[in-house]
């Protein structure tokens, strides 16, 4: 009676401590993966940290040469602004005054936003349609509009100039135009992703409520496609705005109608002679717009490339 009276006892001791050697076991087994995923994680960290100085430190270089004197550039590019090196504001007041800047903002300005609107307006239309409708021709649309990403500018330059020239397309108006063709195959391509994941159940219900296509596309559909608005505007705005060689192409021997990188292309000499300082103070002056505008719309960049390139 004794020993049978003790035996339960004890198993229920052995199983006891089985029990709570068991999570100790786990937690001794997950240590080596945990030490791995954080070595993994500061490794990753580190790489992070060497890119984002690799893009940063050109706009620090820029920023830095924006204050020395021109003569001083060439000698010492990586040296602080001190001393008899500092110039102060007069790179920024030279740049101004010979180069036009000022009329150049302008039209930069209008190109860009010009651009940046119609480019989001027709090409979500545009992607809205050959989505909705499914038929063959819509479906050829959409792979010549995903072609039209995979051809280079180059082979289409010439061709491009002529036809602006002939079209009368060769003013600022006409760039709108240009931007809108050679822009609409990306924005098309997000566009075209994100509305595929928009249930139609969404729209039927809005023609219950007796909306016209149109209505339901502006009331109902448009909404649901900011945060890609937002990353077609951006991602537009700084091509638009920093682009050099198609506004030098069509517009570029034209006085009235010159965009910041063509004025600042211009301050270099007949001879190859260049006035560093005034072009690096330009070029501040040109990154800080769209620097704001990126830094307002960025939030947006992720979720909308990922809602474009994945869903549907």
Known sequence: MSAQAHAPATNRSGATQDATKAPATVARAA???????????NVLTGLLTVLSLIWVIPLMFILLNSFKGKFYISDSPFSLPTG???????????????SGFARAIGWSLFITVGSVAVIVLLTAMTAYYITRVKTWWTS????????????PFQLVMFPTVKIADTLGLATPW?????????????????????????????????????????????????????????????????????????P??????????????????????????????????????????????????????????????VKG
């Open 140 to 151: 050829l649309i959409y792979y010549l509009f995903a072609f039209s990403m995979i051809a």
């Open 248 to 309: 030098n192409l069509v517009i570029g021997q034209d006085e009235r109608y010159k965009t910041i990188p063509i004025v600042i292309q211009m301050l270099v000499g007949s001879n190859g002679n260049r006035d560093m300082g005034a072009q690096m103070a330009m070029l501040v002056l040109a990154i800080i717009p769209i620097v704001i505008f990126y830094l307002f719309g960025q939030k947006h960049i992720v979720e909308g490339v990922a809602a474009g390139a």
């Open 174 to 246: 006409g760039m709108i135009v240009l931007y809108l063709g050679f822009g609409g195959g990306l924005s098309v391509f997000l566009f075209a992703g994100f509305i595929k994941s928009v249930p139609m159940e969404i729209e039927e219900a809005a023609y219950m409520d007796g909306c016209s296509p149109l209505q339901s596309y502006f009331r109902v559909v448009m909404p649901l496609l900011k945060p890609t608005s937002v990353t077609v505007a951006v991602l537009n705005a700084m091509w638009v705005w920093n682009d050099f060689l198609l």
């Open 31 to 41: 240590r080596p993966a945990r030490r791995r995923q954080t070595a993994g994680q």
């Open 84 to 98: 008899e090196t500092f110039a102060g504001l007069d790179n920024y007041v030279t740049g101004l005054q010979l």
